[in-house]
Nanobody, 116 residues
Framework: QEQLVESGGGLVQPGGSLRLSCTAT??????????MTWYRQAPGKQRELVAR???????NYADSVKGRFIISRDNAKKTLYLQMNNLTPEDTAVYYC????????WGQGTQVTVSA
C-alpha cells in the first residue's frame, strides 16, 4: 500500500527556516509522474493549499508564502520537499503532503510551530 511519510517539522523561532520532506514508500508508478502539493491546517481553520508542483515542473504558491517557501522534489529519492524561510507565527500549522495525480495519497501530517 502506498504511503507518504512526512518529516522535518518542529519548533522554530520567527524568522527561522525549516525543510519538510515527504517520501513515497512504495511508488508503483514512477514518482516523476506524480503531481503533488503541500497543504496546511492551523487550529480552528480549514486546510489550505500552500504549494503545488505539477509533474511537468510547474509550481504554484499561496500568496501568503510566495517568496518565502519553495517546493521541490528529488525523483531518485521519491521525495517531495518544502523549504520554508522567514517563518512567522502565522505559519504555525500541521503540514500535509498530498499526491493528486495520477493517484490520491495523503501523508499523516507534521507539526510546524513558529514561536519565540
Amino acid at each position: 500500500q502506498e504511503q507518504l511519510v512526512e518529516s522535518g517539522g518542529g519548533l522554530v523561532q520567527p524568522g527561522g527556516s525549516l525543510r519538510l520532506s515527504c517520501t513515497a514508500t512504495a511508488s508503483r508508478s514512477p514518482f516523476s509522474t506524480w503531481s503533488m502539493t503541500w497543504y496546511r491546517q492551523a487550529p480552528g481553520k480549514q486546510r489550505e493549499l500552500v504549494a503545488r508542483l505539477h509533474y511537468s515542473g510547474t509550481t504554484n504558491y499561496a500568496d501568503s508564502v510566495k517568496g518565502r517557501f519553495i517546493i521541490s522534489r528529488d525523483n531518485a529519492k521519491k521525495t517531495l520537499y518544502l523549504q520554508m524561510n522567514n517563518l512567522t507565527p502565522e505559519d504555525t500549522a500541521v503540514y500535509y503532503c498530498n499526491s493528486y495525480f495520477p493517484n490520491t495519497y495523503w501523508g499523516q501530517g507534521t507539526q510546524v510551530t513558529v514561536s519565540a
